[in-house]
């Protein structure tokens, strides 16, 4: 009777071996996604190879060194964009909370403004007072007699060159050179 019972744990514990071997492969065939390739598709470039990871969308380029081959991330300009939305989004509710909170300055005050500009700098003491408009004069130097007699001689000079120069023209043009 010992060989049977030995020969049914056997045989049970080998049921119980097969029923995890298959739960196991159909855990593992679950994982697996659907397509011949598996997980990632590769596409040849002139660097290298362009990896495409199709669980998460992730994309790298693998290039082959002296070390292997090696993948690097390339950089998602959409993850940066969704991450800035996001800021952008918390950023309009923090402000949407503190507008619903009640404003902190209210439309109107209750003390008028100052007639003066306060940041305007104040004018010194020691100036002389102004005065009235009718009393103001109004001072020019004339010129003396020896600036007449230089504009003069100036003015004549410049007389006598230009009729000169309108004598050389007429005679230029009647031919009398």
Known sequence: MRSVKS???????????AAVAASGGAAAAQS???????????TPIPEGVLRLDTRTGAVSTCTKNEAGWACYAV??????????????????????G???????????????????DSLKKAEPQTREPK?????RKLEIPLPSDQDLDRAMSFL??????????????????????
Do not use: C, F
């Open 7 to 17: 020969s049914t744990t056997s045989w049970l514990a080998a049921a119980v071996l």
């Open 98 to 116: 503190e507008l619903a909170a009640g404003p902190t300055v209210s439309g109107k005050i209750d003390e008028a403004l100052p007639k003066s």
């Open 131 to 135: 005065v009235a408009e009718g009393d």
């Open 32 to 42: 697996a996604p659907d397509g011949d390739n598996g997980r990632y598709t590769m």
């Open 75 to 96: 950089p998602d300009e959409r993850s940066a964009l969704d991450a800035e939305i996001g800021r952008l989004q918390a950023e309009v509710e923090k402000l949407k």
């Open 156 to 177: 004549e000079k410049a007389w006598r060159r230009l009729i000169d120069m309108a004598n050389r023209v007429q005679k230029d043009v009647s031919g009398k050179i």
